[in-house]
């Protein structure tokens, strides 16, 4: 079972259905590696790929994404499934490359696995942030990754 919501779990499916090479990261892969916290999006890492970028394109139409909200480190859409945010580069991670060097497979069903960016790597991105939304999570994010074995 899942700990995704069943809209974050349709994005998925839509992205992969459409071939777009991709890495979990931010609060969605916390939450499959234990995180019991709130994300409201779901963050993705992707190749810049031509190719891969045609995919996402036509993913992207595929849920109804508008246009995006663009801002230093990515671009935020809505979609029909919730927002959507594609992550171009992270603090001490830095883009695709960076997330895939780590990132892990994770069948979230029997008919979806996804690469999930590494509790390590998810760890050192919110702390090199300095976010306070990411300074208040990361007690019980550590806590609930070395709870669940993903530590």
Same mark, same amino acid.
């Given at each position: 079972?899942?700990?995704?919501? *069943? ?5 998925? +499916?839509?992205?992969? %259905? $459409? *071939?777009?090479? /991709? ?9 499959? $590696?234990?995180? %019991? ?12 790929? &031509? ?6 394109? =036509? ?13 230093? /480190?990515?671009?935020? /859409? +809505?979609? +029909?499934?919730?927002?959507? &945010?594609?992550?171009? +580069?992270?603090? @001490?991670? *830095?883009?695709?490359? *960076? ?8 069948? =979230?069903?029997? &008919?979806?696995?996804?690469?999930? @960016? ?8 919110? &702390?090199?942030?300095? %976010?306070?939304?990411?300074?208040? @999570? ?6 609930? /990754? ?6």
């Amino acid at each position: 079972m899942s700990p995704l919501a *069943g809209d974050q779990l349709a994005l998925l +499916r839509v992205l992969a %259905r $459409h *071939g777009v090479e /991709f890495v979990v990261v931010g609060g969605v892969a916390a939450q499959i $590696h234990g995180w %019991r916290g709130a994300t409201a999006d779901l963050d993705i890492a992707v190749s810049r790929d &031509e190719a891969n970028v045609e995919r996402l394109n =036509l993913a992207l139409r595929a849920v109804g994404a508008g246009d995006p909200a663009v801002g230093a /480190f990515g671009s935020a /859409f +809505r979609t +029909r499934y919730g927002r959507l &945010e594609i992550v171009r +580069r992270a603090h @001490a991670i *830095g883009d695709y490359d *960076g997330w895939l060097g780590s990132a892990e497979a994770h069948a =979230l069903d029997d &008919e979806l696995t996804v690469l999930v @960016a590494a509790p390590a790597d998810i760890l050192r991105s919110k &702390e090199a942030a300095g %976010r306070e939304k990411d300074r208040a @999570a990361l007690p019980q994010m550590r806590q609930d /990754f070395a709870d669940s074995g993903s530590a």
